[in-house]
Nanobody, 126 residues
Framework: QVQLVESGGGLVQAGGSLRLSCVTSGRTFSSTPMGWFRQPPGKEREFVAAIRWSGGYTDYADSVKGRFTISRDNAKNTVYLQMNSLKPEDTAVYYC???????????????????WGKGTLVTVSS
C-alpha cells in the first residue's frame, strides 16, 4: 500500500520558519517528481513547489519563490519543504504529492500527481 505521510506542521508566528517532511512507503519514488501543494481555508488547493527525481530541477509558485525550498533525499524516501519568512497568507493544509514518471511538466497543474498525502496543517499568526 502506497503511503505519503507528512509531518512538521504547526503554529508559527509571522516571520518564522518551519520544515515539512514527507516520508513515502509502499513503492520507490526515486525516479518520479515530488511536490507540495496547499489548501488555504475556504480556498482551492494550489501548487507550491515540485522537484524532479534527480533533484536537479525545481519549480515554485511565485508566491513562495525565494522563501521556500524543496529538496529530497531518495535514500530516505523523503521530500522536504523548508519554509522561511512565513506570512499569515501561508496558512493552509500542506499536501505532499508524488508524480507519475516524467510528469514534472504537469506537476504544477496537479494533473501529473499520482498519489497524495493526507496533509499537515500550517498556521501562521500575525
Amino acid at each position: 500500500q502506497v503511503q505519503l505521510v507528512e509531518s512538521g506542521g504547526g503554529l508559527v508566528q509571522a516571520g518564522g520558519s518551519l520544515r515539512l517532511s514527507c516520508v513515502t512507503s509502499g513503492r520507490t519514488f526515486s525516479s518520479t517528481p515530488m511536490g507540495w501543494f496547499r489548501q488555504p481555508p475556504g480556498k482551492e488547493r494550489e501548487f507550491v513547489a515540485a522537484i524532479r527525481w534527480s533533484g536537479g530541477y525545481t519549480d515554485y509558485a511565485d508566491s513562495v519563490k525565494g522563501r521556500f525550498t524543496i529538496s529530497r533525499d531518495n535514500a530516505k524516501n523523503t521530500v522536504y519543504l523548508q519554509m522561511n519568512s512565513l506570512k499569515p497568507e501561508d496558512t493552509a493544509v500542506y499536501y505532499c504529492a508524488a508524480g507519475f514518471e516524467a510528469s514534472m511538466p504537469t506537476m504544477r497543474s496537479g494533473y501529473g500527481v499520482e498519489y497524495w498525502g493526507k496533509g499537515t496543517l500550517v498556521t501562521v499568526s500575525s
